[in-house]
């Protein structure tokens, strides 16, 4: 029996894309979902990054990670990326310094003064968004790695099911991107079920890319407030370009964004509790097909 707490710790080191820990963490996935009697196949891709991440490089290679038990046609898929990234400023403050930007924009139709100020400041936030590799990345994600594998542990190995575990989702979506373009007959007649921070405090969201049976199932087994639209950036929106329907499950709340891409992102303050709670109720909806 797999000890969650154990594997959780293995996964939540910095693992930027290209680093040693990055390569280890994958070869971990592999042990795991070989395991548990998968056939895994590695989709090699390279790809350019979001030009917004200050400090990447022009061109991003990473291997997704596809995993199936037969060739019989997949009906979900669980999706966790897993890789990670820090930046000196957490997420929170990122997107207080982008909404400064917004509104800096909007303010120029009444005060320029007033716009030049909020501009100056929403920049010097921005600009600080450098990538890094000093984030263990624990919460983002994989607190949502390890929820995938307690999911699918409580499921029938029959069941038709697959998980995908994205690379390169801090660089701008890039293994999802990758998947849509290259692999998209693999999830053309099935849900994407994304997971992408699972913490034990806060409430359970549902970030509902393209509705439908499968994710209106997850959001009542678990009792999830619902959106169609939510200010993240998650591989469920590259994702949901080719699939039947996606959603992203989230957990968690203001505090859990201000940790997200810091070196507070650690094991210490994560007991996998909301792990256990997304798993269960996943697992409820995926043994009825």
């Not at 909007?106 to 921005?126: E, K, M, S």
Request: net charge neutral.
């Amino acid at each position: 029996m797999t000890d969650y707490g154990v594997l959780f710790n293995e996964l939540a080191v910095p693992r930027l894309v290209g680093t040693p820990n990055h390569s280890k963490v994958r070869e971990i996935l592999v042990r795991e979902l070989e395991e548990r009697g998968f056939a895994v196949e590695r989709h090699a891709f390279s790809i350019r990054p979001a030009r917004a991440l200050l400090g990447a490089p022009k061109q991003i290679s990473g291997i997704n990670l596809i995993a199936r038990r037969s060739q019989a046609e997949v009906w979900a898929w669980l999706v966790a990326h897993y890789d990670s990234k820090g930046q000196p400023i957490s997420m929170w403050t990122r997107l207080a310094g982008f909404t400064l930007l917004v509104l800096g924009a909007l303010l120029f139709v009444l005060n320029w003064i007033a716009a030049v100020l909020t501009l100056g400041v929403g920049l010097a936030i921005v600009l600080q968004n450098r990538v890094n590799n000093d984030s263990p990345g624990a919460l983002d994600n994989a607190s949502a790695v390890v929820t995938v594998l307690m999911a699918i542990d409580q499921v029938p190995r029959e069941a038709p099911v697959g998980i995908v575990f994205p690379d390169a989702e801090e660089y701008g979506l890039a293994g999802a991107r990758a998947l849509a373009a290259e692999r998209a007959e693999l999830f053309r007649d099935s849900a994407i079920i994304n997971l992408d921070g699972i913490d034990d405090i806060g409430g359970i969201t549902v970030f509902s890319h393209r509705p439908g049976p499968v994710g209106d199932a997850v959001s009542r087994a678990l009792e999830a407030s619902r959106w169609r639209w939510l200010p993240v950036v998650v591989d469920g929106i590259a994702l949901a370009r080719v699939a039947r329907e996606a959603i992203t499950i989230l957990k968690g709340n203001v505090k859990s964004m201000e940790v997200v891409h810091t070196t507070r992102d650690n094991t210490e303050r994560i007991r996998l509790d909301g792990a256990a709670e997304v798993a269960a109720g996943l697992a409820r909806v995926l043994r009825q097909p």
